[in-house]
C-alpha cells in the first residue's frame, strides 16, 4: 500500500506561479516512478508529467512544457510540480499517482499504469 497526500493547490491569478507536493508513505519511495494528472470539471483525466524512480527522466504534456517542472526529493518521500505562467486552462484538480512497478524505471502517461492516487488538490486559476 502506498498513501500520496497532496497539498499546495490555491486560487491564483494568471501568470504567477503555485507549487505542489505529494508526500508519500507505505513504500520505499526510490523504487517508485510517480507522475500528476489534473482533471478539470467536465473533462477527463489527463496525464501532466511524470518522473522516473531516481528523478533522471521526466516528461510532460506538450500543454505544460516549458512551464511545468517536475521534481523530486527521494529522502523526503516527496514529489513537486512546480507550475509557473499559470493560465486560466490550468484550473483542474490536480492528483499525484504512484506506480509501484514502473517498466524499468520508467514513467507513464496511462492513467492504468499507476497503481496508487492521492484524494488530490485544487488548482484555480483566474484570469
Known amino acids: 500500500q502506498v498513501q500520496l497526500v497532496e497539498s499546495g493547490g490555491d486560487l491564483v491569478q494568471a501568470g504567477g506561479s503555485l507549487r505542489l507536493s505529494c508526500a508519500a508513505s507505505?513504500?520505499?519511495?526510490?523504487?517508485?516512478?510517480m507522475g500528476w494528472f489534473r482533471q478539470a470539471p467536465g473533462q477527463e483525466r489527463e496525464f501532466v508529467t511524470g518522473?522516473?524512480?531516481?528523478?533522471?527522466?521526466?516528461g510532460y504534456a506538450d500543454s505544460v512544457k516549458g512551464r511545468f517542472t517536475i521534481s523530486r526529493d527521494n529522502a523526503k518521500n516527496t514529489v513537486y510540480l512546480q507550475m509557473n505562467s499559470l493560465k486560466p486552462e490550468d484550473t483542474a484538480v490536480y492528483y499525484c499517482?504512484?506506480?509501484?512497478?514502473?517498466?524499468?524505471?520508467?514513467?507513464?502517461?496511462?492513467?492504468?499504469?499507476?497503481?496508487?492516487w492521492g484524494q488530490g488538490t485544487q488548482v484555480t486559476v483566474s484570469s
Open positions: 507505505g513504500r520505499t519511495f526510490s523504487t517508485i516512478a
Open positions: 518522473i522516473s524512480r531516481n528523478g533522471g527522466s521526466v
Open positions: 499517482a504512484a506506480d509501484i512497478d514502473p517498466l524499468f524505471g520508467l514513467w507513464g502517461t496511462r492513467q492504468r499504469e499507476y497503481e496508487y
